[in-house]
């Protein structure tokens, strides 16, 4: 026990066991919701439910272990919100890849990222994006995953006239839906800590109202089933894992009934950009943001291990698509475990045994993957992650109107890296426009020109 605490620095950082086992259980408490909704969303792209959960659940224990072994944060980790609708929404649905491809560009993101990571590119890509639009691609990816739990839960749907209209709200599933928005909603304001855990109360408590309404046969809502048997679809896990490896064997051939080799070789350095991009600055923002809450930072604001935590969730995203899921990123739900007493990696291993536990609970799976029992999740994360339009400064033209590009790009073209293409060439646009051409780093030229090269060959060289 005294090695322990040693290892973990208890005495230094001023904790103890009970301080970190409560920790942990509130902060998977606060996360654990990721299990019902990454599943539910990345088996839309054909990776077996089984598959995604498994991968899921032991990504995350195994990437929150390494977080506490290598760094001693109170971090835990877990496939990302945003990334996860990417890989789904735009990387396979839209452009056309398949889910094994997606699985292994994710792989080479990954291993780009550790490449990076005791680098100085890695500060001179944070230093060479301005600040208003690397909060404009947060906000854009909230915005954007925020519109697809809408329209995964039909409250928003297609319409030829005006593109996008309001579904039908006498719909038993819509209602349901609108239910779990109410109720996150509500739960989320609440004034004390029961507001910590409003995602997975909401999801539970409308799975509930789900369950009872179809067994009450109520008209239009799917039949629930929990098989006894349920286990058996963890047997796609064997499809799941390592299915990256089938993905490279493709990834630079012509698909049949799909990409052309010359469309991948066009979309790819885009798409790994683009993950790359957001996996930094969403680790390093939740980072920053849970050391200050746990008193790991220094004096001067430099966070210490900084270098070796980037690299546990750089190994994290490896780990993550070698067993069938999309990037995993740190967890800002962190916080509330931190909030509740969490200083050390120790609580990491809690958080990891509950991940691994949950396993057991597969079973209930299929109702999870009702997307209106899991779209308010979706919803709240993107009013989360929307917050940091806040941090935009709107009284510069060119960061304001790069910054409104981006976001409205997201959601318009329904992809997250076509949004930022759009911000990055209409900053050096702006900026050349006003005559401060000599402000913008040469990076962002670099990335623009690529960006207008991907677009021309988009257009013309081949059809998606």
């Known amino acids: 026990m005294n090695s322990i605490k040693k290892f973990f620095k208890f005495e230094e950082r001023k904790t103890n066991f009970k301080s970190e086992i409560i920790g942990g259980l509130v902060t998977f408490l606060a996360m654990s919701y990721i299990l019902a909704v990454n599943p539910s969303m990345i088996s839309a792209s054909g990776i077996p439910l089984g598959g995604a959960f498994l991968a899921t659940a032991i990504g995350a224990a195994i990437a929150t272990l390494v977080m506490a072994f290598v760094a001693n944060y109170p971090v835990a980790l877990a496939p990302g919100m945003g990334v996860n609708a990417f890989f789904t929404f735009t990387i396979v649905m839209t452009i056309g ?7 292994a560009i994710s792989f080479i993101g990954g291993v780009i990222f550790v490449a990076i990571t005791f680098t100085p590119l890695r500060q ?3 230093e060479a994006i301005p600040a208003g639009l ?3 691609i947060g906000a854009g990816i909230g915005f954007f995953i925020a519109f697809v739990g809408l329209n995964n839960a039909k409250i928003i749907v297609a319409d030829p006239a005006t593109l996008v209209k309001v579904g039908n709200l006498t719909d038993p599933s819509v209602l349901v839906a609108l239910f779990g928005i109410i109720l996150i909603i ?13 995602f997975i109360i909401s999801i539970a408590a409308t799975a509930l109202l789900y369950v009872i309404l179809s067994l009450a046969g109520v008209k239009g809502l799917q039949e629930v089933n929990i098989d006894p048997n349920g286990y058996a679809g963890l047997a796609g896990f064997k499809e799941s894992f390592f299915g990256f490896v089938k993905g490279f064997g493709t990834l630079f051939q012509d698909t049949q009934g799909g990409l052309s080799s010359s469309a991948k070789l066009t979309t790819l350095p ?16 939740t980072l920053v943001g849970v050391t200050k809450v746990a008193g790991i930072q220094n ?3 430099s966070i210490p291990n900084l270098e070796k935590a980037l690299f546990a969730d750089a190994i994290g995203t490896l780990i993550s698509s070698s067993l069938g899921t999309p990037e995993i990123t740190s967890f800002v739900e962190s916080s509330t475990g931190v909030e509740s007493g969490a200083r050390t990696g120790f609580s990491n291993i809690v958080v990891a ?3 691994l536990l949950s396993i057991l609970l597969y079973p209930l799976m299929p109702i999870f993957n009702i997307f209106p029992i899991t779209s308010m999740a979706l919803v709240l994360v993107g009013v989360l992650m929307a917050g940091q339009i806040a941090e935009i400064d709107w009284s510069d033209k060119a960061v304001a109107l790069a910054s409104f590009l981006t976001i409205i790009g997201m959601v318009l073209s329904y992809s997250v890296a076509d949004g930022i293409a759009f911000g990055f060439i209409s900053y050096a646009v702006a900026m050349l426009a006003q005559k401060r051409g000599k402000e913008v780093h040469p990076l962002i030229y670099i990335f623009s ?9 988009y257009s013309k060289g081949f059809q998606l």
């Open 134 to 136: 690397r909060a404009a």
């Open 353 to 355: 045994i509950l991940f």
């Open 97 to 103: 890849y398949t889910w094994q491809e997606a699985l």
């Open 299 to 301: 004096e001067d604001g």
């Open 270 to 285: 885009v798409i790994l950009f683009a993950l790359v991009f957001v996996d930094i600055f969403d680790t390093a923002g």
């Open 124 to 126: 001179k890509l944070i």
């Open 186 to 198: 509500v739960l989320h304001n609440l004034k004390n800590k029961l507001s910590r855990f409003s």
């Open 449 to 457: 020109v690529a960006f207008v090269v991907y677009f021309i060959l």
